[in-house]
């Protein structure tokens, strides 16, 4: 199953043709080869939420309402949700991950994150949200964990794989949009 992308459609033919390439690889990347639409449009939402794209963040909300229809509020919540966490804990964690010093390592992080075991889709898609996130912030720690966690939770390394495509791809994407 695929669903249509009018709303994507039309913000992906404004890129500049310097970027007919992004153009390309964002019609493709959500073709879904190892991923459901489902995780590869909440991937890709949770993405550009994470880089603060209002005119990806528009584009893709609208196109999973009308294309995910009952299925779309969970995608689209858990998706708010995985960018605000990952904006918070890729931030702490690099922090943490890159000063090197157990004194760090540890004291408690005391920051909620209990979305992350109680998510409104399921632990697998929520990962793969989180786990584009990771990738878009660089932070190690946090892309292996969340790696980590997808295998545990029976994703395949090639799903592993597309979610990290789609954020790029997003990013990419991102860079010439206008805001």
Request: proline letters at 5%.
């Amino acid at each position: 199953m695929s669903i249509a992308t009018p709303a994507l459609d039309a913000l992906r033919d404004t890129l500049p043709d310097d970027l007919k390439d992004i153009r390309l690889n964002l019609a493709s990347v959500l073709s879904g080869e190892n991923l459901t639409p489902a995780q590869a449009f909440g991937t890709a939402l949770a993405s550009a939420r994470f880089l603060r794209s209002r005119p990806l963040v528009d584009a893709l909300e609208s196109d999973i309402r009308a294309g995910l229809g009952d299925a779309a509020p969970p995608i689209l919540s858990d998706a708010l949700a995985a960018a605000g966490l990952m904006a918070m804990n890729t931030v702490y964690y690099r922090f943490r991950h890159m000063i090197r010093k157990e004194s760090y390592d540890a004291r408690p992080p005391r920051l909620r994150m209990s979305r992350m075991i109680q998510p409104a889709t399921s632990k697998l898609d929520f990962e793969l949200m989180s786990l584009a996130c990771a990738a878009l912030a660089g932070c190690e720690l946090c892309i292996q964990n969340h790696e980590k966690s997808l295998l545990h939770v029976g994703a395949s390394e090639d799903a592993c794989h597309d979610a990290v495509r789609i954020a790029a791809v997003v990013s990419a994407a991102a860079c010439g949009i206008s805001t």
